[in-house]
């Protein structure tokens, strides 16, 4: 079993950044492809980045790509989503997902571990 917390969430202005933290525990941390989603109201949740067990393969939504960082600290069971240039259409509830078979999908339903979420708010 794993338990993801994300954090960093808030308002910032457009232009602006932000970076999520998502702390994981449970079962190892390391072993897992973990990826960060986004839904925005009324909207589906949608794919945003995804970084490989071994931390050296990512992958990004075209609409952040340049924009948006993920990194893994399998130190400190933490992955990060540093967001830059932001715009009033990043704003969304981003989750942070975990998938132990280590498919490094875009695909939300090959992950099996979320987190509660936490809202990110651009202002224009």
């Known amino acids: 079993q794993v338990q993801l917390v994300e954090s960093g969430g808030g308002l910032v202005q457009a232009g602006g950044s932000l970076r999520l933290s998502c702390t994981a525990s449970?079962?190892?941390?390391?072993?897992?492809?973990m990826a960060w989603f986004r839904q925005a109201p009324g909207k589906e949740r949608e794919f945003v980045a995804v970084?490989?067990?071994?931390?050296?393969?990512?992958y990004y939504a075209h609409s952040v790509k340049g924009r948006f960082t993920i990194s893994r600290d399998s130190a400190k069971n933490t992955v990060y989503l540093q967001m830059n240039s932001l715009k009033p259409e990043d704003t969304a509830v981003y989750y942070c997902?975990?998938?132990?078979?280590?498919?490094?999908?875009?695909?939300?339903?090959?992950?099996?571990?979320w987190g509660q979420g936490t809202q990110v708010t651009v202002s224009s």
């Open positions: 997902a975990a998938d132990p078979q280590l498919r490094n999908s875009i695909y939300s339903l090959n992950y099996n571990y």
């Open positions: 449970g079962r190892t941390f390391s072993s897992a492809a």
């Open positions: 970084v490989s067990w071994s931390g050296d393969r990512t």
